[in-house]
């Protein structure tokens, strides 16, 4: 279950919605780290450990789709795990805070692995395959890391 919890985190949309969100810039650092923001999914998609540990700030946290916090290594176990199996990511939106952040807005589809999908089931929890995703990306030194991620599920309104 707490490798759902966290692989549900990745998959977040935080504060900002993309009304308020500017569009795509063509600030480098902007494209770069909505570049980052894909290689995250990536490295989870591919249980790619080591390439995630390099993108996340040491005292990375994230809010998940139920509105649970997840640590770093709450993050990392998940993608050793497996339990992304695709996604897709779309409409990307960048909105830089200063000099050292940037906040990364996206959507995504996502499909998980079988295994996550049994689990859910066990543990009778309905899955929303479409979320908004916001990444708070910071400048530490020299290198760009993620600090923050919050995934809000988009559900059909009644």
Partial sequence: MKSVFVLSSLIILGAASFAQAAP??????????IAKSKAVLEAIKARDVQALDGLLADNFRSVDLAGNFGSRQELLGSAHEGFL???LFYNPRTLRMDNDSILVLYNTAITLSDA??????????TWPRYSKVSDLWVRQGSEWKLKFEQTTPVRAMY
Avoid: H
């Avoid at 795509?24 to 780290?33: F, I, K, R, T, V």
């Avoid at 996550?116 to 929890?125: F, H, K, S």
């Fill in 24 to 33: 795509p810039s063509s600030d480098a650092n902007a494209q770069a780290m």
């Fill in 116 to 125: 996550a999908m049994e689990e859910l089931v066990d543990d009778n929890i």
């Fill in 85 to 87: 199996k695709d996604f």
